[in-house]
Structures are given as C-alpha cells and as structure tokens.
C-alpha cells in the first residue's frame, strides 16, 4: 500500500504475450514492503505467471487479509480490484466473492499468521470445501507488521530477533492442506522463482482449491541466526522434489542439468545452493504418498519443495452446490422471484 | 368442589399444554390451533420451550381470540397437565374459575388440585396401553388421545381435524387413519365419561377472512428469494436457524433452472458466524445479493466484519433473531434487546440501518427491501426479529408481490458509463446524498478498478493517513445516514380519540399486545397517541411525536430500555419525557403488562399536587 504510483511510461520495445498485454499491464504499486523482503518476489512471480498465462488482469479478483503479506496484492495487477480484508478473514470473503461470479480468477493472498493463526479455520473450510482459487501463504514464521511475534508456523526451538525460543509446535499448512483434500498442493521457496512461477501457473489453471505454501523469509524480523526461516536456513534444510533456484533479488540464474542430478549454484551474493530435480518416482496423483514424503523430511527438518499433489479431475465448490451456469450477480427479478401468483399458491397454503 | 364459578366463555380463552421436551406434542398441539383456526376463530400460538432437546419442561401456548388480539394475554384458562415436574407451577398459574386437564390414570391426592379450578381427569395412559404396545406409538398417540378429548369439551367440530390429519399424513394412508383412530378414542372417551362441553368453548366464525398462518423465520427466507438474495452463508444459532433452513426449503422449490436443474443459488453452512458474515461480504463485494441469519451471540462475532460493511461500504443483509441475552442468556426466550448492539455494531464510529418488521407479512416486506437498501446504501441493512415472531405461527394479513418490481441494485458504473468517460472515485459522492458509485470486479479492461480496504482513503479509493481525507469520508457516510431516513419504512402513527399529551412508542413483535393495551388503558380512562418505529436511522416524525407530547411511553422487552436509548442518542432530548416501559423475562410482553405499567404511571401522573392539597 502506497501513495506512490509507478510511472506510467514504458519501453515501447516491452515483450508482449498473446493479449499483447506487457509486464507492466499486470504490476501493481510500488511495494511498499522492507527492501529485500520475500513476499516482493512472489508478488514478482504472480507477475509472471499471469503474464504467461495471458489473464486479462482485470479479469482476476485479489483478496487478502491482514499483515504484511496481505499487502501485496496493492503491488500487482493494478487493473484488477483488490480487497484487503480483515485478519485472517480472506477466505470466506474470496469464498463469496467466488460464489457471486464465478467467472472471474480469484488469486487469495495471506500469511502465516492470517492463515495459521487468526484465520486457521477460515484457511481449513475454504480448502474443504474446494473454492476454486490459488490460495498462496507467503509464509515467513514471524508478524512483521507487529515487529516481531512468532507465528504458528514458526519451529519449535527457533529463537526471536530479541532472541525468545519458540516452544510451541509448528503447524506445517501443506500437510493441513493435504489432510483436508486440497486438489493442488504446492510449498515453494520466494527467491526460486523459477519454480514459483509455474506453479503459481499450474494453480491458476486447476478447477478446485489450489494452494501453494511460500517459504519467504522476513528480512527485518526473521532473518537472524536461530530462525529456521532465514535465508541461509532454508537454503541449508532445502529438498526440493522439483528444482530449486534460490534468488535473493537481481537478475534469475539459469541452469540445465540432467533429471535427477544435483547441481550446485552461485548465487549473486556468493551462497551455494543444491539443486535437485524432481525425483523420478515421486508421483504428484498420491495423495498419501505425499503426505508420507512430507512427513519423512519434516522429520529430517528439511523443506520440501515442488508440487506435492494434484487431482487433474478435481471439481469445485459450484459444481458441489450445482449452481447455475450463469454468475449469480448477473441474475435479475425477472429470473429469481418467483412472482405473485406463485405466492398466491404459497399464501393458500398457509391457511 | 369449586369455590369460584368455572370460567364461561365462547372464542376467547387461552389453553396451555405443558409437556415434555422430546415427548412429540407439538405436533398435536399445533394441529389443537389449526383446528381452531379452521372453525374460522382467530388464534396466536405460541411455543415455550427449553434449550436441550429431550426431557425439560415446554410449553405450547394457545390464545383463541375471536377479537383477533395476537399478543400474548397472560394467565392461563384451561392447563393441559402433562408434565409431573411442572405440575404444581402449572397448576398455580391457572385462572380462577379456570380448567384443570390431567391424565388421570394414576389417582392424585386432593392437595395437588385447586378448590377454585374445575378438574377434569382422562385415563390417557390407561387408553394409550389398552390400545397400542409400542412404547413410541403410546407416547405419540396419547398426545392424539388428549386432542380427541379436548374436542369433546370445547365442543370442537371433528371433521375439521380429521381434516387436518388427512392433510399433514397426505399419502401415507396408515399413519392417517391411526391418527384418526386415536382421535375418536379421546373424544368418544371424553364424550361418554364427562360432562361435555365444559364452559370455554369453540364456536364457528368468520373472522380469520384471508389471513394467512405462518412463522416469522419462514416468512423472512421467503422475502430473500424474493428480494432476490442468491446467496446465504449461515452458522446454526438458535433462534435464527429457521431462517436459513427454510431459505433452502424455498429455493429447492422455486430457484432452480427447469432446463437444466442447477440452482439458482448457493447456500454454505459456514464453520461459524465471522465466515458466514465474511461470505455476505465477499458475495456483496462482487454484485450478488447475500445475507445470513442469526441472533445475538452471531451478531458479537460478526461485528469486525459489520465494521468493515460500514468503512468500505459493502451492502451485507444480517437477519437477527433476537434471543435473551448478554452471552447464551435463554437462548429460546425472546427478547428485543440487541438494538444498541446492532445500531452501533463494530469499532470506532458506526451506525446501521435497522428494521423492525411487527409480523410475519413484514418480515416478507421488509427482507425483501432490505435487499434493495442494502445495495442502495452500500451498507450492512439488519431485520431485527424476534424468537417471538420468528419462531412462532402467527396470523398476518397474506403475502403481496408486485411483479412490476424491479430490484434496486444502487448505484453501480458499468463497463459502458465508464466508456463514456465518467469520473468514477469509489468514495466520490457525485450526487450529494453520501452514496458513492461501486464497480463489480472485471466490469472494464483498464478503467473503474479500485482496491477496497477497511482502512483509510480518499475519494479514489486511494490510501490515505490524511486525517482531513479521513474526516471528509466519515462525513459523507454521515450524510448517507440521513439519506437512509427517507429510504427505510417510515414509523406509522395513530392518534387517541381525543387529543392527548400522552404518547407511546413501540415496535417489532410488542405490537399486538400494544394494540390490545391501548383498549384497556381507555378503559382506565388514559388516552395515548401511538408511534410504531419501523426502521433506525429514525424518521423526522419522529421527533416531531416526541415535540408533541408531554411524556412518550417507550415500550420495549429488553432491561435497558434501549430504543429510549437510542431514540435520547439520537434526537438529543431530555431522557425525563421518555419513559421506559420494560419486559425481559423472556416469555413475550403481554397487553396486561402493557396496560398496567402505563396505567399506573399515568394515574400516578395524576396525583393532586401536593400544594393544593395543604392550600
């Protein structure tokens, strides 16, 4: 949120996608979030996928809560109609918005502590009943907004910024996720764009409730030795199932490399990671078989990445209710009352 | 031996059945009203029951009211007995001169009667046992049985309910004629061994005319599938949830497309009443009409949504069906005590539309507008029930609809205005009445987006910390208030016959028994110019009815007197011409109440002054 515009002016040799629509057509404001935060990288990555998937932007309904995260989507789709709700609350608001008209694309996005904390429930029943939406966590273990709390993602025995020891359990959301019937389920990290990316994209195409967990760490209040959801952490505990590519701001770094190889990559301020594709025998259809992958490497305290589930043949909450074709905020008198003579039958009824 | 004469009266009695929650009663005991009803003799019903399911003590109440008064009387005429846990508070609360109906098959000793009531004993255990050996069926045509022999006494005519039966059991032939069965069992039984009629008795007459017999609750959900409400997000609640499951009940029926069988609509049970209220505003934000129902405790954790209704000025329409309160208070007493909780609902500096529809006809009326208001104003609208009207049959004039109607969707910019060029600032207020223009989401490529937030900005929606900017919005939704006034259903006044600088005003479900108070305080001489409030933000008239009258009487059932609050709040008046008329004992306000407490007021206002006393 901001009062700062971006300049409208743009490079006329800009690249365009099928609608002819550039990247600026989908930015938003400028951010107004700490330099150098994770959450203005995803905002970046649904920038891109929404470029290559050619949306029209104004076509895409942005619903959030409250906190840092919930700011963001101020930061893309600038034709799009945003809401920033309340915290914790942006699932049943994009639950209705999606029930009114169910044409549009309903992006929702939150945070740890409006989806884990404040809005557990609200995240649970919109994932159960299968709104069809890409419900994205920027996912950073810690309330920015409030200098500095844990969140309920944070882990057990992970310390502070003023160096407080977390001794609750973590609430690992992929694994609710998963548990409630997601039919897309996806954890990703904010600086590998090249795998948000995708998946932000692959989400935006599912019928059914899509949800990707993004790891994206806090670089004011979570960003220290002792948090397990800092840069170098993650970038230690990482075990992608697809590909990683951490990115800390600037330009993307390609790499090729074979299936099922490990690469190790420089990153622009000098880290190495470790790559590793997607494993050949991880099958994405298993529902069960993912939760038990999960579970195996939270055991280890690794994270893992990629997509961990998803039911192609997935339905949503309008097929659920049989609803109309039709948007339901299109509908007018003339097709929703049932008139007086109906209710001259109803009122002989009643006697 | 009675020492009081028996109560002698044709089409106006009141007849109690006191029962055992769980005991399958209240079938009988409402087909005990239908019947009434069908010898064309008005009645008001109404179910005193307890928040557990099975074996507490409930109440089903029966006022036969040829006069038509609707609102509770007070004081009981004849006491179906059927509950031992009760028997000595039913037995006390019966009239002088009253009826005392039991099942005599256990014998009673002489100190658990009345020497003033008649006692009128029927071996109902010992007919159901002769006749049936499932327990079940002993205990669901016993109640049968007791209605077979209260025909008998009140001279009731059989074929009416026999009628009844034939209807309810439409098709399902055994259960039919068993029923019938166990009806001539009672009354062939009453009929034999009593004297037969007793003094209360049911005569045939035409005064129901077309008036139509229906809940509040049931009558509301018919006015959201007229109004055009297409979505309902709901969290069960008792009173409210009538509301909601009947809402489905009519959309099954009359809301689904005849080609294809989808549904014109799309309900959701939420996981509890902050998403149930959150869906409302979702669906609202994006063009469709939504509402959700439920009571007090609801409307508690509904309220930072209600907030954000009011700042960013999305329409939501919340039916409140009002229970005693604070906390779980009776969750199945009535009471109308959430006016300030819902006029002033949320944080910071708020206000809401309210109605307060007075029947089941208005509950239809009034929901059905609430939707266009809602739109209209951009605002949360309430319809402010009642467990009173909401839960209970009443009698009300039928359901009217104009089919000319068109729905009110306020003032929306489509993709075309914006073509046009139209300056479009979601927070502009173009036409100084303080209701901006809305956009739905996707309406246009490049023109009439705009984020909606719950905090600060300015005219274009834009965020802003300006506290001028902040100020010159909280004016503007000031002044859409005041549209509000000219908007919402205006209060409706009667006159005394003579002139008077008396007043009273009341609203909602006190409105029958107000109706029938004002009768006895002209029989105590007291003359009272009426005003019944329909709607808050309140209408002008009525600071004119308070400019005009020494001493306004407020009636209300709630302990606080909180439309007096409202109304002193509001009109800036001296809170000592307001005076607060209360009822909050849960059970509904009764025209005796009524009459007595202004009566003793106004007599008390006549006192002779004490100077002239001593000059």
Known sequence: MTYIAKPKFHHP????????????DYEGKISTLCAGCGHDSITASIIEACYELSIEPHRVAKISGIGCSSKTPDYFLGNSHGFNSVHGRMPSVLTGANLANRDLIYLGVSGDGDSASIGFGQFAHSIRRGVNMTYIVENNGVYGLTKGQFSATADRGS???KGVTNTDNAIDLVAIALQLGATFVARSFSG??????????????HKGASFIDVISPCIAFNNHAGSTKSF????????????????????????DYAPGTVQVVEQHDGSKIALRKIDADYDPHDRLGAQTFLAKHAAKGQIVTGLL???PDADDLHAHLNTVETPLNTLEADTLCPGSAVLDKINASLR | MSDKKPISSVNDFVVRFANVNGSGSASANEMFARAILRHGVPVSPRNIFPSNIQGLPTWYEVRVTEAGHLGARGGVDMMVAMNPQTWDKDVAGIEPGGYLFYDSTKPMPSTKFRDDITVIGVPLTAITNSTYTDPRQRQ?????????????????DPRLIEQLIGEQYKGKEKLLSSNVHALHLGRDWALQNLKCPIGLRVKKSDKVGDRIFIEGNSAAALGAVYGGATVCAWYPITPSS???????????KYRHDPETGKAKYAIVQGEDELASIGIVIGASWNGARAFTATSGPGISLMTEFIGLSYFAEIPAVIMNIQRAGPSTGMPTRTQQCDIIACAYASHGDTKHVLLFPEDPAEAFEFAAAAFDLAERLQTTIFLMLDLDIGMNHRLCRPLKWDDAKQYDRGKVMTAEMLEEGRDFGRYLDVDGDGIPYRTYPGT???????????TSRDRYARYSEEGSVYADNMQRLVRKFETAQDLVPRPLQANAERPTKYGVIYFGSTSPAMDEAIGLLEERGHQLDRLRIRAFPFHSSVASFLAEHDFVYVVEQNRDSQLRQLIVNENGIDPVRLVPIVHYDGTPITARYIAKAIGDHQDHLKVTPLRKAVS
């Open chain 1, 13 to 24: 040799g800009l690249k365009k996608n099928e609608l002819g629509y550039t990247h600026r």
């Open chain 1, 159 to 161: 310390k502070s910024k």
């Open chain 1, 192 to 205: 590998d764009k090249s795998q948000l990316v995708p998946l932000i994209a692959a989400a935006i195409g």
């Open chain 1, 232 to 255: 170098d952490y993650v970038r230690e505990h990482n075990d992608a199932v697809n590909r990683l590519d951490v990115l800390v701001g600037r330009d993307p770094i390609a790499v």
């Open chain 1, 309 to 311: 589930y998803v039911d």
């Open chain 2, 140 to 156: 669901l045509f016993k109640n049968i049985i007791y209605l077979g022999a209260l025909s008998a006494l009140l001279e009731m």
């Open chain 2, 242 to 252: 009538s509301v909601a499951e009947a809402f489905t009940a009519h959309c099954k």
């Open chain 2, 444 to 454: 246009h490529p490049t023109k009439g987006s705009y984020f909606t937030r719950g």
